[in-house]
């Protein structure tokens, strides 16, 4: 394995990384209805989408895999939006390249999950798709210290990750401000968790710029206006 470029991630998809960018979480969604719940937010103008992988190891819950990212791949790449998968799954490098080849375009895993975090980052940007470590929020943000030149995206988890609909973390923003000054103004910083029209803009103030929601958005009557009010409190393009 080749390691060493920098950007292997494709243009579009760099580009949405570089904005700031309200990220709809399908955990929420009505799985019976995913297309449809997916194109409300995709008319709405939501152009990343984030998928929520969970193995009953690394966290209690078991939910999707590749065959998901798959199934979204075409709706998704039609809008000119890209798939952000979120890896809840312990050792993260086994399943890198079946969720690239499902049409991930970015991949973010915990650092919790596996020893080989530089390795499983250089894996995913030499496989085409844009590399993101998370860290849950009892991390400390020096997790991220030593691989920041290997990342398109670091994200600071504002829940404990397993479930959607928990309650923000309240000082989360501290740590927010954290991690922003480790990996500097270049590289995206997501945030996961509790995200809605009060707690995206304390989020973005402290410098995280994509802010992931699941139950702000898919527990609303209209998806598409949820993801409108919280791009507008964000500051979202
Ligand atoms: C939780 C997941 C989140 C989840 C967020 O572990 O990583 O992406 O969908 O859900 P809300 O926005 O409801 O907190
Ligand atoms: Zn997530």
Not at 62 to 69: A, D, E, Q, S, Y
Request: aromatic share 4%; charged share 20%.
């Amino acid at each position: 394995l080749e390691f060493g470029s920098a950007d292997d991630m494709n243009e579009a998809s760099s580009e949405l990384l570089r904005g700031i960018r309200v990220a709809p979480s399908i955990l929420s969604a009505d799985f019976a209805r995913l297309r449809e719940q997916v194109g409300e937010v995709l008319d709405a103008g939501a152009r990343i989408v984030h998928v929520d992988v969970m193995d009953g190891h690394f966290v209690p819950p078991i939910t999707v895999g590749p065959l998901v990212v798959a199934a979204l791949r075409e709706q998704v790449g039609q809008a000119g939006a890209m798939l952000d998968v979120h890896l809840m799954i312990e050792r993260p490098e086994r399943h890198v390249a079946d969720f690239v080849q499902a049409g991930a375009d970015s991949i973010t895993f915990h650092a919790e999950a596996t020893p080989h975090v530089a390795y499983t980052a250089n894996l995913i940007r030499e496989s085409g798709a844009g590399a993101g470590v998370a860290i849950n929020p009892a991390t400390p943000v020096g997790a991220l210290a030593e691989v920041v030149e290997l990342l398109d995206m670091a994200l600071c988890m504002t829940v404990n990750p397993g479930w959607g609909g928990q309650p923000f973390i309240g000082h989360s923003p501290q740590k927010i401000e954290r991690v922003r000054a480790i990996v500097g103004a270049e590289t995206a910083v997501e945030v996961d968790g509790g995200i809605d029209p009060d707690t995206a803009p304390r989020c973005r103030d402290a410098g995280a710029s994509v802010f992931v929601a699941g139950s702000a958005i898919f527990g609303s009557p209209d998806p598409g206006n949820a993801y409108l009010a919280i791009a507008a409190a964000a500051g979202a393009a």
